[in-house]
Nanobody, 117 residues
Framework: QVQLVESGGGLVQPGGSLRLSCAASGSISSFYALGWYRQAPGKQRELVARITSSGYTNYADSVKGRFTTSRDNAKNTVALQMNSLKLEDTAVYYC???????????WGKGTLVTVSS
């Protein structure tokens, strides 16, 4: 069993920055792709950013150039640096661990990011 715990959410003004972190415990390994999803009120959960075990990253078009994800395999952590935040970035952000080539997925409970003036 894998547990994922997010931290770093909060209230920020438009144009500001936040850094989210996700700590994984349990039988996590470097074979997992780690990612961030978000869900805004009334909307479906969507992929924000993902980083594979080899370090390949992909981002949603809406956050490219503003968000950066990174991972530390030794510490089993993944981070999401969010810059130039916009009102539309307001959502609950979830950490995800996906075992490549399988249907195995683990989720954190989420952390709320509110962008407001």
């Amino acid at each position: 069993q894998v547990q994922l715990v997010e931290s770093g959410g909060g209230l920020v003004q438009p144009g500001g920055s936040l850094r989210l972190s996700c700590a994984a415990s349990g039988s996590i390994s470097s074979f997992y792709a780690l990612g961030w999803y978000r869900q805004a009120p009334g909307k479906q959960r969507e992929l924000v950013a993902r980083i594979t075990s080899s370090g390949y990253t992909n981002y949603a078009d809406s956050v490219k150039g503003r968000f950066t994800t990174s991972r530390d395999n030794a510490k089993n952590t993944v981070a999401l640096q969010m810059n130039s935040l916009k009102l539309e970035d307001t959502a609950v952000y979830y950490c995800n661990a996906h075992l490549s080539g399988t249907s195995v997925d683990y989720w954190g409970k989420g952390t709320l990011v509110t962008v407001s003036s």
